[in-house]
C-alpha cells in the first residue's frame, strides 16, 4: 500500500510518500513560491537523494504535476509508475460540522468542503486545490480527505457551545471546533501505546505546542474539550496569536486606533502573542535568548506562556474529572524541557510530579519526564501528522473495500 | 548532495498544455507610479504577484519606492500587517527608465498624470503604443484614468483588444471594488481575463460600458462642485457641509477633504473632461477649485487645499466659529 499525503497551503505543498506495509516514509517533499517567481520542488529521498527542481510552477496542478513526475522518476523517484499509488490523503483545516470524520472525496465532498470553506477562507482554498488537481491528473486514484477539526467533533455541545446568541450559531455555524485534530490524536494514542495503557481508560491532556499551540482534553480515547475555537486564535499564547483575549479589549483597540476588521484581525494574528509581549520575536528560542540576557518582557512573555497552558490543564483535569497522562508535543513542547518544567511545577497537588533529569534529557525524541511515583503520567512524544493523515487514509479505504 | 535540475523535464505526459503562462499572472507593469500607481504596486505585490513600473527620472523612481516604504510602515503602525509582509511586498517591486523591463507582463496598467486634456490623451496614446511594442500580443494594457475613453486610447494600437479600462479607486489596497469598462475593440477573451485578475486582487468588480467618468468620477465631481457652490454662496462651513456629508450620509470622508485627498487639479481636470465631453453647465469647474489650483494649493499631498495638512499628511483641524 503506497499512500501519497499532500499538505496544500496557499502557495506551497508539503508531500510526503509512504509505504504503509512497511509503514515508513519513501518520499518526503516541499514546492514553495507556487505562481510566483523563484518557484521550486525539493524532493527528498529516504536513501538521502535529494534534487530541488527550479522552474515555473503556474499553479497547484502544475506543482502536483512536477511531483508526481518526480516521483516516477529514473533518478529521484520511489516508484516505477503511478499505478503503484493506493490514495492520496489531504489534509483539509476546516471540516465544519459536515465532516465528524474523515472520508473518501467525490464530488458531493468537494462540494461540501467548498461550503465550509466560508469558515476558514484562508486555509480551505488552498486545501482543495490539491483535490482538483489530483482530481483533474488521475481522475481515477481515490483521495481521502482529513481534517484538522474532524477529532473534536466529539465535544460536547457544552464545550463546543459560544454563549452568544443561539441565533447565530444557526446562521453561520458560529462554535469552537478545534484545531491540530490529527496530532491530538496521535500522541494520544501513542502515549497509550508507550505507557501500555488501554486508551479508553485515560483521561489524557495533550499539549501541542508549536508556533501554533493547542490543548486538548481526551477522556477515554475521545476529545471532550480544546482550546482553539472556530479559528486558531483562541487558546493559547502563541509565536504571533494572542490566544484567549477580553473581546472587550478588541472593540476598545478598534475604537481607538480607528482600525478595521482586516487590521483587527491581523493584530491578534500576526502582532500578537510571545512577538507582540516580548517585541524580540516569535521564536521561542530567540525570546529565551533575549530572556537570559535580562530582557524583561521576555521573561513576562516565556512566564505568561507557561502559566496560560498551567492554567488549562487544571481546567482540564476538572473538566474530565481527574487525568492520568500529559503529553508533551510539537516544537516546543518536544524540545522545551524548562517550559515543560515550569508547566509542571507546583502541581504535585494533582498528581503530578516531575523527574528533572528524564526532563532534561528528552529532547527530540519520545520519553517519559515524570517520577516513577508520579500519579500523572507526563510523557513527550513526537508529533507525526502525515502518519496519522496515511493511517486515516488507510481506515476509509478499507471501509469502502478498496484495499 | 542536494542538486539542482530544471523542472520541465519532470512534466507528466499527460501534461495539459492548454494551460498556458497566460492563464497565470505572474508580473505586473504599471506606468506612472504617483500616488495611485503606488497604491496598485503596493497591493498587487502583496498577493505575490511581481511588479514592475516605469518612471520618467530615477528620482522619481527612488520617491515611488519611499513613497511605498511609508505607506507600508504606516500599515505596520496601524496593526496591518507585518515587518516581513512589508519586506516581501517591497521585495517585488521594482522600478524601471525602460520600456523593455515590461516584457513578460500579463496586464499592464497606465497610470501617469498629465496636464491638460490635450497632453492627456496624446500622451497615453504615445506611452499605450510605446507598451504595445515590448509586451506579446496577448497582454492585457489597461488605463486607470476614468474620464478619458479607453476605445480612444488603443484606437491607434496594432492588437486594440486586449485594452480595458480598469479603475481602481484611491486607497487602491483598502477599497474592495474596481470598475471595468470595455472598449469598442475589447474582446470577450481579454475582458474575462481581466476580471480574473482583479478577482484575484479581491476586488468586486463592477462592469461598466465605456462611458467618460463612468459611475465613480462622474458622481463624486459634481457633488465636490456643489459643494464648493454652497460654500462660495456663504450656506455653510466648509467643515459643517463636510460633517453633514459624513455624518448625515455616512461618507468616510467629506466633499472637501475627499477633493483634498483626490487632488484639487485633478478634481479639475476630471470636470473639465466631462464638461467637454457632456456639455452641461453642471460640471462646470467650480472658480473655488480653479483658484485653489492656480494657487497651487493642489490638497492633501501639497500640504495645503482647502484643508491644511501636517508633515504625515493629518488634517489640521481649522478653528470653528461657535455660532449656536
Redesign the interface.
Known sequence: MKILIINSGSSSIKYQLLDMNKKEVLTKGTIEKIGMQGAFLLNTRNDGDEVKLIGEIVDHQAGIEYLLGALISKDHGSLKSLDELDAVGHRVVHGGETFKGNVLINDKVIQKIEEVAELAPLHNPPNLKGIYAIKELMPNLAQVGVFDTAFHQTMPEYAYMYAIPYSLYKKYGLRRYGFHGTSHKYVSHRACELLKVPLNKQRIITCHLGNGASITAVKFGISVDTSMGLTPVEGMIMGTRSGDLDLGVLTFIMNKEEIGVASANTLINKHSGMLGISGVSSDMREVKEAALDGNRRAKLALKMFSYRIKKYIGAYCAAMGGMDIVVFTGGIGENDRSTRMEVCENMEFLGIKMDKERNNSVRKKEGIISSDDSLVKVIVISTNEELVIAEDTMDILRDHNLT | ????????K???K???DS?S?S?????IGIVGCGILGQEIAKMVSSY???VVFLEVSKNKITDAIKGISRDLKS?IK?????ES?KRAILSRIRGTLDYHDLTGCEVVIESVKSRTREDSVDMRKRIFREIEKVVEPNTIIATNSTTLVITELSAELKYPERCVSLHFISPAGEVPLVEVARSLHTSDEAYKRVCRFTRLLGKRIVPVVESPGIISTRLIAPMINEACAILMEGVAEMYDIDDTMKIGYGFPLGPFEMADKIGLDMVVRWLDNLYREFGDIKYKASPMLKKRVRANLLGREAGLGFYRYDEEGKKIMPERHETC
Do not use: C, Q
Request: charged share 35%; proline share 3%.
Open positions: 548532495m542536494e542538486r539542482i535540475e530544471p523542472i520541465e519532470y512534466a507528466l499527460s501534461s495539459s494551460r503562462k492563464d497565470n499572472f505572474t508580473k505575490g504577484v511581481d500599515m496601524r496593526w496591518g500587517m507585518t509582509d
